[in-house]
Structures are given as structure tokens and as C-alpha cells.
């Protein structure tokens, strides 16, 4: 008995003629009805009425109906989870805590391992840690040194945090600005962000934040809208927008430091990335 045998009886049963089911299944019916037959051997049982040319289940027919459904539901549930393995095989997964270092690990491992995939999860720091000790990531992004024996960790990259302003705003005509003096105002702001957005949340309590979930319409409505918005200096992301001048904040909080870290048993793949990103931490290339 295999598989393929349960496809056909199943094909049978759903569309009551052989004939049908041949068509369907792409084969003869002297292939099918010989294939039927082995099933009924093999299983010790008649599972069809047969007369002349016609076929039905008849009652041991209907039972076995009702464990074939259930077995290749779970041979299509097995096939799912076993595609999922063969993606993450060659897929490494990142959990972040935002996304600029996620950019950065990506853009140093399309330079060396240009075949190498990255799957990511921008989520919280104690996540992250979790993921990456329970190797539910292969790689993990913290805005804080990880000390754990078990873990290795490296600098990744710094990034500072600015707010791009209508130079029509009076505020466009400071130097630097520290958080409070922004609260109140009103705020464009890309969703997905990461930890920032607790930032955010908590020193602009009274500020209006206009949420986008797309990036491309964030990017659309900076250039038109009069809201205040966040800047970052990372290469990748920094960019001059016509008419806005970028005021640089003074609160260490808008300054980030990001490691990445691994597991001390992670996959070859990813403890070969982690080496990548580390010698470049030390020659000062981050």
C-alpha cells in the first residue's frame, strides 16, 4: 500500500466511475482498476460493489474512506512541514529589535555570501534573547551587549536618531533639539520600527503620531506633509527630503548601539556569518 494508491481510491470515491477517476488521475482504467484491486488484496477486504461498469463504496469501502481522508491529510500536513524545513535549511532567521541593523547584517551578507537568505522578526530584546539561546533564531540583533556564555556577540552597527522638519517650522531654525521640546508636535511615523517606538511613545506623550504601515507611502507623504518625522543616519536609510531641514537630537537616547549574537552551537551557515560581521567589527568596518 502506498500513497499513490490511497490518492486513486480516494479519486474514485469523490467522483463515483472509474472512467472519471482515470481521466482525472492520468491513467488508463485497466491501470486503475488493477491498482484498486491490489489495495483490496493487500487490505484483506472487498471495498467495492462492483456491476458490470458500474462501482460503489460499499461498507468497508465507506470506513476505509473515512482513514484515507485522514491519512493524506496528514501526508499534506508532513509535505507543509517538511517544505518549511527545506526553507529554513537555506534561509538563515533573524530576530531584531529594528530594522536598520537588519539592513546592515543583510548588506554584509549579500558581500560575502551572496546565495545566503535572510528571513527576519522584528521583535522584542527579550525575545531576541530567548530566540537565539532556544535556536528558535539563528541570529539575533540586541541594542545591548549579551554576556551569556552560551551566546557570542559582536558590535554591529550605531545609529542616530534626528527629526527632519518643514523649514517653515520654527523649529527648523535650531541646531539640535533635545526630545521635550518635541512633544506636542505631530509626528509622521513608520510603523515598524522596533524598540524605538517605545522611545517615542514615552517621550512624546502628547504629540500626534500619524501611523504608516507601508513604507513607500511613508516616504511619499514625508515629502508633502507638514508633520515632524525621525531621520536616521544609517547609509542605507538617510536621505535629504526637499524642503526640510534635519535637526540633530541631543539625548543619548537617540543614539543606539547594536550587536549581533549567535548561539555558541548555531548552524555552520550562521556561525560563518557571525565570523563575517565580526571581523569587520574589528578592523572598524561597522
Known sequence: MNFEQLHQFLCVAQLGTVSAASEQLHISQPALSRSLARLEQELGIQLFDRNGRAISLNQAGATALEYVRSILHEERLMRIALND????????????VAPAPLWRLTALAVERFPDQLLSSHITKQEDVERGVMDQLFDLGISYKPITYPA??????????????????????????????????????????????????????????LIIQEDYSVFQQLTQSSSALCFVTDAAY?????????????????????????????????ASALFDWVESHSKTGNS
Open 85 to 96: 524545513l527545506a526553507h529554513r535549511a537555506t534561509a538563515l532567521h533573524v530576530g531584531t
Open 237 to 269: 536609510l538617510s536621505r535629504e527630503i526637499e524642503g526640510r531641514t534635519i535637526v540633530p537630537l541631543t539625548e543619548k537616547e537617540a543614539c543606539a548601539h547594536f550587536y549581533l549574537i549567535v548561539n555558541a552551537e548555531a548552524s555552520n551557515q
Open 151 to 208: 551566546m557570542r556577540c559582536c558590535h554591529l552597527m550605531d545609529e542616530h536618531l534626528s527629526v527632519s522638519i518643514p523649514n517653515s517650522h520654527p523649529l527648523a531654525k535650531k541646531t539640535s533639539l533635545s526630545i521635550s521640546e518635541l512633544d506636542g508636535e505631530t509626528f509622521l511615523l513608520y510603523e515598524n520600527i522596533g524598540f524605538w517606538r517605545d522611545l517615542v511613545d514615552k517621550a512624546l506623550p502628547h504629540s500626534t
